[in-house]
């Protein structure tokens, strides 16, 4: 009975190795398929109870970890609060993270591969893991200048502004209201917490929203600045080149006619490039958009960023869109930023942006650097464009910001204008529909001759009257003030 | 006989009794059982538990009491068998503890306190099984009796009163405060019947039919016991809704009857009806279908599956336990074992994984592995046929357990409920596997006890006529 049994013992072998292959498989090859689960509770309890790394606005933390009595150890808090709630986003226990606490996670939570040494150095000396900070690109300044400008708007507004600096696309300040209390959704009372949420989540006026990067809305007269760059680059126009001025523009294909807002002519039937921009000139802008073909126009939209997600520091990005336009009627509509031309405020930041760095766009970013639980810099942000670079040549930067100026001195963007510095600027007011209030849009930078911030803002719903509503008189003061706040 | 072979046509080989090689064995399974209660004390409450002097002691008294009983009760038996369940046992008491304080469970309800006393209980049984069992042989006189036992046992839990539903498995029996699972019990004496059987019936069932591929295949008439071990295993599976068991009792069945026989054909026809009775079951029974599906697509059924019932939650937390551990594990008391229902039970292989990494689990398997291994050395250096069948049942049910369970809760096959020998809580399986223990060492005593005078041919002889005498029932030394 011998060789049967040590067949049998050959068979008994087998089986334990087979449970051995399978347990390294389980524990070693496949473990980190298991760990990435969202729903593993195992690997959220964790991130939720851990010290993560402080997102930081200069020396100052927006968002901290602090200990806690309960069995999770750390407590989430944001002293940045409402005015920096869109940037942080929040850390919650049952709704998940947004903002920069979810797009830089594996840094805050100390897993990123950058913090690789860090994480061997915890192990051995036997110290509690730290999470990696994030500094951010953000001016205080600036971003009080923002919170403080929109909030001024008063209640039941929804607006958001971003202010990037040109040269290097670094973002300076991001605003959005409405907007939410963080600590209430990270506190660890999940009772309390659900009923922040809930109330947020239901609320119309969407607080939870970060509108400079998620709201794509019709640009408006702020898009005039992308025609008249087409313009310069394909039609060989410069300021004071002659453009149609009348009261009021035949659509062909159609019934009917596109008028200025005012319903009279921009200052003759012939006028300059200049004067069309400062008065924001409907009729001149729209024949523009029948004359170029609406791939120039598409191209040109494309190289200021339309259709690209350039954002990789925080999201989701609402991507802006150009679409193609089926026939004239249509493209001078989209020639003035209406049709279906949608645009977010950080979009048209960076076309101001864009025109003010002599024509090359800037990739935007909100990381500065991340540094480890010691503050060594592991990674630093760094200024690159984004594609199809340059929108326009030097040249036709330096005649946009021309006309850009004079819009300001002379034109529809007179609330922006500073004392002492040379200001460039677009309001905007896009139509929505019969029913809804118009948009208010603007965009400006400062100092025109070297510029070192470019702004948007836009007021999607305000308490303002319809006929009050329009780009300068709601944005402008805002675009100034962050302008101010940068330059002194 | 083949199982014996005249001493003097080879050199005899004595075996030594190793005595103190177990002793020292012993002193390193003490040191991983006591070391790990007190690595889990300073894990969890970052203290020694108070209570290691009075745990150690009585750990330490066990397991001297064991090793003197093997002196004096069994003395050439394998020195490696009782070190390794001693280590099993003991590092499964200070899992449990881990457990225990996870769950945050009270002084008086600790599943550890509880387990200590069933291992004590173990290892009187382990004693008295020694004591009142000179000689494995005369065991093979109640092949019957065992049978008629198993049967009995298996009945029981079906009984109204004393019969106890847990967790959708009627295996349980109510002694008084206590339950139990006859099963357990009813392992032991299978195997016993098994062996018992099978060694005088084996030339007969030997006997070749049809050849077929290569393989003799039994003659028809033959296939009685193997049908009616069939049958008995499927009502188990269907009645008693234990997958496990009945995987367990048929496996055994068929391995020992072709040990018995040399016929591999006995291992195709037995595994054709068992995939068949599988299939039929498969079928016929949703909870047999759950099992598999749940194996088979975990993550459909977690947390819950689509019909808001079935879940694999049990399954899934065990996994990510064993991922969260990783190679080396979290360290006792950094884990969260507590998320794994029933760790302390079926699912205390992932519990360990968890905070003890893949080291420690591949550390354990290869400790049921050498179990296995020394069971099987002991079959083949037994002297008579009872003896080689008995080992090899007793040693094919530790792996089959070993494997059904710890297969069960990696995923490597379909979840069926069965302990994991000498580590998971449960009195009734940590008793009978002491006197499973009990039994191999017996076997292995005899086995590597030196004849008791030198043979010559006179006394070859006498032997001879007296394997004879066995065989028919009459033995009587």
């Not at chain 1, 089986?15 to 399978?22: D, G, Q, S, Y």
């Not at chain 2, 690595?39 to 330490?60: F, M, N, R, S």
């Not at chain 2, 009792?249 to 068992?274: C, D, S």
Request: glycine content about 10%; proline content about 5%.
């Amino acid at each position: 009975m011998n060789r049967p049994i040590r067949t049998l013992s050959v068979g008994c072998l087998i089986l334990f190795v087979a449970l051995m292959l399978n347990l390294t498989y389980v524990q070693f090859f496949k473990a980190s398929w298991y760990n990435d689960r969202a729903d593993n509770r195992r690997v959220t309890e964790e991130a939720y109870s851990q010290q993560r790394g402080d997102i930081l606005v200069g020396k100052k933390a927006i968002a901290t970890s602090k200990p806690s009595d309960d069995k999770y150890e750390w407590q989430r808090t944001y002293p940045g609060g409402k005015k920096y709630a869109p940037i942080t986003g929040f850390m919650s226990y049952s709704y998940g993270q947004t903002g920069i606490e979810r797009s830089q996670d594996s840094v805050l939570s100390g897993q990123d591969n950058k913090l690789f040494t860090n994480r061997l150095v915890d192990l051995v000396t036997n110290s509690e893991p730290a999470g990696g900070n994030v500094e951010l690109t953000i001016d205080s300044k600036v971003q009080d200048a923002a919170y403080e400008g929109l909030t001024a708007l008063g209640e039941d507004v929804q607006a958001a502004t971003v202010a990037i600096e040109p040269k290097t696309g670094r973002i300076l300040a991001m605003a959005s209201t409405p907007t939410f209390n963080p600590d209430k959704l990270a506190t660890h009372d999940f009772g309390s917490a659900k009923k922040s949420y809930d109330q947020l989540a239901k609320d119309d006026n969407e607080p939870l929203l970060n509108r400079s990067i998620q709201t794509a809305l019709p640009p408006g007269s702020t898009f005039k600045l992308v025609t008249a760059a087409a313009a310069i680059e394909n039609l060989g126009m410069d300021g004071d080149s002659k453009v149609y001025g009348g009261a009021s523009l035949d659509l062909p294909g159609t019934d009917t006619d596109l008028p200025n807002l005012n319903g009279t002519s921009c200052g003759g039937e012939e006028i300059t490039l200049t004067r069309a921009l400062e008065v924001s000139c409907n009729t001149a802008f729209g024949s523009l958009g029948m004359e170029l073909s609406d791939e120039e126009m598409q191209d040109q939209a494309e190289a200021f960023g339309f259709g690209q997600d350039y954002l990789d520091d925080i999201g989701p990005l609402a991507v802006s869109q150009y679409p193609d336009n089926d026939g004239k009627a249509e493209q001078a509509r989209a020639a003035i930023g209406q049709q279906s031309v949608i645009a977010t405020p950080l979009q048209m930041a960076m076309v101001s942006a864009g025109i003010a760095n002599g024509g090359e766009v800037m990739k935007p970013y909100l990381v500065d650097r991340v540094t480890s639980s010691s503050l060594d810099v592991i990674d630093q942000g760094n200024p690159t464009t984004i594609d199809n670079q340059p929108a326009v040549s030097q040249d036709t930067a330096e005649i946009l910001t021309q006309m850009m100026v004079s819009t300001v001195d002379n034109g529809t963007a007179e609330a922006a204008a500073i004392d002492g510095v040379s200001v460039a600027g677009k309001t905007g007011t896009a139509q929505s529909t019969k029913e809804r209030a118009p948009y208010a849009w603007f965009t400006s930078f400062a100092p025109a001759e070297n510029p070192s911030i470019a702004v948007a803002v836009m007021v999607q719903k305000s308490g303002t009257e319809r006929s009050e509503i329009a780009g300068g008189r709601l944005g402008g003061p805002i675009a100034k003030a962050m302008m101010e706040a940068a330059i002194s | 006989m083949s199982g014996f072979t005249p001493a003097s046509s080879m050199p005899v080989f004595v075996h030594r009794s190793r005595r103190g090689a177990e002793l020292v064995l012993l002193i390193l399974a003490l040191a991983v059982g006591i070391g790990a209660y007190a690595a889990v004390g300073l894990g969890v409450q970052e203290k020694i538990p108070v209570d290691i002097v009075g745990y150690g002691t009585w750990l330490v008294a066990l397991l001297v009491a064991a090793h003197i009983g093997v002196r004096l009760l069994a003395p050439y038996a394998d020195p490696v068998l009782l070190p390794l369940v001693a280590m099993l046992n003991g590092f499964g008491l200070a899992v449990i503890h881990r457990l225990d304080l996870a769950a945050g469970a009270s002084e008086s309800d600790a599943f550890a306190r509880q387990q200590l006393i069933w291992m004590t209980i173990g290892v009187v049984l382990f004693l008295i099984t020694l004591f009142v069992v000179p000689d494995h042989r005369t065991l093979q006189r109640f092949t019957y009796t065992a049978g008629l036992g198993a049967v009995v046992m298996l009945i029981l839990p079906m009984l109204p009163i004393i019969g106890k539903q847990i967790n959708g498995a009627r295996i349980w029996i109510n002694l008084g405060p206590v339950s139990f699972q006859p099963g357990e019990v009813a392992k032991v004496l299978l195997v016993i019947c098994f062996a018992g059987y099978l060694a005088v019936h084996r030339d007969a069932l030997a006997l070749a039919g049809r050849r077929f591929a290569g393989i003799d295949l039994p003659r028809g008439r033959d296939l009685g016991p193997l049908l009616m071990m069939w049958v008995i295993s499927l009502a188990i599976l269907v009645l008693q809704r234990d997958l496990g068991s009945s995987l367990l009792f048929y496996g055994l069945f068929v391995v020992t009857l072709y040990v018995a026989t040399e016929r591999k054909g006995w291992i195709v026809v037995g595994g054709l009806l068992f995939a068949g009775g599988v299939f039929a079951a498969l079928s016929l029974f949703s909870h047999v279908r759950v099992r598999v599906f749940t194996w088979l697509d975990p993550f459909k059924y977690y947390p819950v599956g689509d019909d808001g019932v079935t879940s694999s939650g049990q399954l899934v937390e065990g996994l990510f336990g064993m991922s969260w551990g990783g190679m080396i594990g979290r360290g006792f008391g950094s884990g969260e074992p507590w998320r794994i229902p029933y760790a302390n039970s079926d699912f205390i292989i992932p519990a360990i994984g968890e905070e003890l990494g893949l080291t420690a689990l591949l550390a354990l398997l290869l400790c049921y592995g050498l179990i296995v291994e020394r069971g099987l050395r002991t079959a083949i250096v037994a002297r008579d046929d009872f003896g080689k069948l008995l080992s090899v049942g007793l040693a094919t049910s530790v792996a089959l357990q070993t494997f059904v369970v710890v297969g069960g809760v990696t995923g490597l096959i379909p979840l069926t409920g069965l302990t994991t020998p000498f580590l998971s809580y449960g009195g009734s399986s940590l008793v009978a596997n002491w006197v499973i223990v009990a039994l191999l060492l017996r076997v292995s005593d005899q086995s590597r006890r030196p004849l008791p005078t030198a043979p010559s041919d006179e006394d070859l002889a006498a032997e001879e006529t007296q394997i004879v005498k066995l065989d028919k029932g009459a033995m009587t030394k």
